[in-house]
């Protein structure tokens, strides 16, 4: 069992940054793969960013590209979104998910645990 907090959400300007933190504990953290997906409104849950297990691999989806970066401190159970450049529509609830695949999945059926979200808004 792995549980999952995020933060670091909120409210900030297009432009702005923001840097989410995933905090890890349970089974051996450093094990798992972890993602970063996204849930706007209406829509459905999306992938944003996954790392693997020791850091060497880096995914990153199309709309985030240059913009976000992914890193994981093993040290300390957790993992990070920075968000730089934001924009409206990056306006949603944001979920870190851990995954005990070899190759992080952008699927969200390739994730077994997940937290309990975190708002990020950017206002125009």
């Known amino acids: 069992q792995v549980r999952l907090v995020e933060s670091g959400g909120g409210l900030v300007q297009a432009g702005g940054s923001l840097r989410l933190s995933c905090g890890a504990s349970g089974r051996a953290f450093s094990s798992y793969a972890m993602g970063w997906f996204r849930q706007a409104p209406g829509k459905e849950r999306e992938f944003v960013t996954a790392i693997s297990w020791a850091g060497f691999a880096r995914y990153y989806a199309d709309s985030v590209k240059g913009r976000f970066t992914i890193s994981r401190d093993n040290a300390k159970n957790t993992v990070y979104l920075q968000m730089n450049s934001l924009k409206p529509e990056d306006t949603a609830v944001y979920y870190c998910?851990?995954?005990?695949?070899?190759?992080?999945?952008?699927?969200?059926?390739?994730?077994?645990?997940w937290g309990q979200g975190t708002q990020v808004t950017v206002s125009s």
């Open positions: 998910a851990a995954s005990p695949a070899r190759t992080p999945p952008m699927a969200t059926t390739g994730y077994d645990y």
